[in-house]
């Protein structure tokens, strides 16, 4: 018997057209079902049918079924489903409700009424599982991403569901993160529901695959059958190696320079310490490392976002940064004036910088009506909008289907000559296409620094 089904379901957000249309499939207990598609082809919302929110919390019109462990999702809430169903969304940063970190992974398991006495034991027990034990009693606030996604990937294995719904699970984790990640997932006994934009490791714990387009499910077969049918008709989503590239470019002028640099959140625990680098017009840098290494605080300080307490930081021209998490920053109603913005609302060169990151036709929308990686392409718009002398991307491609971060590749090699560039990526395929250099960090210290070819 199928622990959850969907029915002919159609459903569109409340003054949007359908996100899902005739969606069917069922899960049995102890599949691991992938769910691919290119960004805005109806992933999330579908996770979001399956654990209920959809239509309960967000609205719209709802045609169809769903069930899940008995339950018709039209008659339950949402609330009636926690601890049958846990979904890890796909902006951690949205779900967290708490302050410090034992006491978030142990929200959840207080709201579906377990014995006091097994609470906190249970919220360690998740962080251990996921390697966070050690943050247990940190502020959720001085984590990084990473970090937030594997603490908020406890508090969902904490629930011991019976369904799983992962939405982009690994899009801030390194890759020997990620891998254990998704296996750690598929170790819990739980049916798993989860959508990746990074396939290549998530078609090695996968036991079936659907891929959706334009909300319609096109393709729902076994994991052997899927990847065959994936080679001979959408091999990016096999294989992300494949991007063009021209990289090993000499820089010209600097365009920032760290010499000793140093940061701490917290006085005595620097997060950088004694870094240096040089950033030069024409040439693109990837800055890698595992998760808490300190590159997103590199980025900040690179962008004058945060100033070094030691050392220096030296910046020459106009400097532009696209964050981990650019949904929250948006201000405006549609996404023309959001971008429009950093050129005192010049529309024209907004619709051009819309176009370039392959978002025509999107201008009249409001920007929290994209999916993810629609509002990550709009971000990427608004920063390269202003023509910076130095740009700095904070994981430009999570959210984003491998077709698109081709496209972003070549867009950003295109430019190069116009600026320097530093990208921080966990996204190694990615950083094969694009990096001139690529910087290693360990705990903030550069572990190597490849000499110019």
């Known amino acids: 018997m199928a622990l959850a089904r969907v029915e002919r379901v159609t459903y569109a957000y409340p003054g949007a057209a359908a996100a899902l249309r005739d969606v069917s499939l069922a899960v049995d207990p102890g599949e691991v079902v992938l769910l691919l598609g ?48 846990a979904m890890l969304f796909q902006d951690p ?99 798993i529901v989860f959508s990746e934009q990074r396939p290549d490791r998530a078609l090695d714990v996968a036991t079936r695959v659907v891929f959706l387009e334009s909300g319609r499910v096109v393709l729902d077969e076994p994991i052997d059958r899927a990847r065959d049918l994936l080679a001979a008709n959408r091999p990016t989503w096999v294989s992300q190696t494949n991007f063009a590239t021209d990289c090993c470019r ?38 890698a490392g595992p998760n808490g290494s300190g590159k997103t605080t590199i980025a900040k300080l690179a962008a004058g976002l945060l100033h070094a307490q030691g050392g220096t930081v030296e910046r020459h021209g106009r400097a532009a940064l696209l964050l981990q998490d650019p949904g929250h920053y948006v201000i405006r109603d549609r996404v023309d004036e959001e971008v429009a913005l950093g050129v005192g609302g010049d529309r024209s060169r907004a619709r051009a910088a819309l176009a370039a990151v392959g978002l025509a036709g999107l201008e009249r929308r409001h920007p929290r009506d994209l999916s993810s990686g629609e509002r990550e392409r709009l971000a990427l718009a608004s920063v390269l909008v202003i023509e910076p002398d130095l740009l700095v991307l904070d994981e430009p491609t999570r959210g984003v289907d491998p077709e698109r971060k081709q496209e972003l590749a070549t867009l950003l090699r295109n430019g190069a000559a116009t600026r320097a560039t530093l990208i921080v990526t966990h996204d190694r395929p990615f950083a094969a296409a694009v990096a001139d250099r690529t910087v290693t960090l360990e705990k903030g210290l550069t572990l190597a620094e490849p000499a110019y070819a």
């Open 38 to 85: 290119a960004s805005g082809s109806g992933k999330s919302t579908l996770l979001r049918a399956l654990a209920g929110l959809v239509p309960h919390f967000h609205g719209g019109r709802f045609e169809g079924r769903v069930e899940v462990c008995g339950h018709d999702t039209r008659k339950v809430r949402p609330s009636e489903l926690a601890g049958t169903v």
């Open 93 to 191: 940063e949205e779900q967290v409700v708490l302050t410090r970190v034992v006491r978030e992974v142990a929200f959840g398991l207080e709201n579906i009424g377990t014995p006091p006495r097994e609470i906190v034991p249970r919220a360690l027990d998740a962080l251990r599982t996921v390697g966070a034990r050690h943050l247990a009693e940190r502020p959720v606030a001085e984590l990084s991403g990473g970090e937030l996604q594997r603490v908020c990937l406890a508090s969902t294995l904490a629930l011991q569901p019976e369904l799983l719904l992962l939405d982009e699970p690994t899009s801030q984790l390194d890759p020997e993160s990620a891998e254990g990640l998704l296996e750690l997932a598929k170790s819990s006994g739980a049916a």
């Open 250 to 287: 000499v820089g010209e002028a600097s365009v920032c320079r760290f010499s000793d640099a140093s940061f701490a959140y917290t006085a005595g625990s620097p997060v950088v310490d004694r870094f240096d680098l040089e950033l030069r017009r024409g040439e693109l840098v990837v800055l």
